[in-house]
């Protein structure tokens, strides 16, 4: 698949809704060509890999799955090797769907990614040392686009229960955290 079909599997998998063209026009960074997102969906929808009704499209379940599962992989390998891409350019959880979509989400792909990123380090202080980590990569090495990088950092942070308190997130910004509201509005 090019990379602009790659993109769109990937944001289709995280939405995991039927979802219109400005949705994606929206969220995909960096940005795609209006022409070249209708040719990529022209062509992912020609090969059936994905379905479209009424000008919004999906993933077809099975195809949902593998996806998804191999976002999380590519995220996982990133995240360990502090070489972050994609975890700068997807959302792992939506500010602007509905609750039980950001339910959704939060259990399909960052509890799965939490939960792989956890099993990597023995100890909480490696743990919490490697998140420091990351975001110095997030302010040392800034996205040529608005990224969503800061803002996965905390809900990924959060989902693990790692205590922020002393993380310096001046000169990000932060996009698409809504874990945080979520969870101290209870």
Sequence with gaps: LSEPEQTILYWLAIKREWTTVSTLV????????????????????WRALIEQQSGQYTLQPVLMEYVTDRLIQQLTTEL?????VLFRQYALLKT???????????????????????ASFHNPQALQQHFQNLLQQLR???S????????????LALQLQLDLTGYDFSYCKIRNSNYISSRHSK
Excluded: H
């Design 26 to 45: 929206a969220d995909i960074v960096p940005t795609l060509t209006r022409i070249t997102l209708l040719e990529s969906l022209e062509s992912l929808t």
């Design 80 to 84: 360990l090797s502090l070489d972050i």
């Design 144 to 155: 040529t686009f608005f990224s969503y990088g800061a803002g996965n950092l905390i809900n």
């Design 96 to 118: 602007t769907v509905l609750n039980y979509i950001g339910e959704s989400q939060r259990r399909i792909v960052l509890a799965p990614l939490a939960k792989r990123i956890q």
């Design 140 to 142: 040392d090495r800034p």
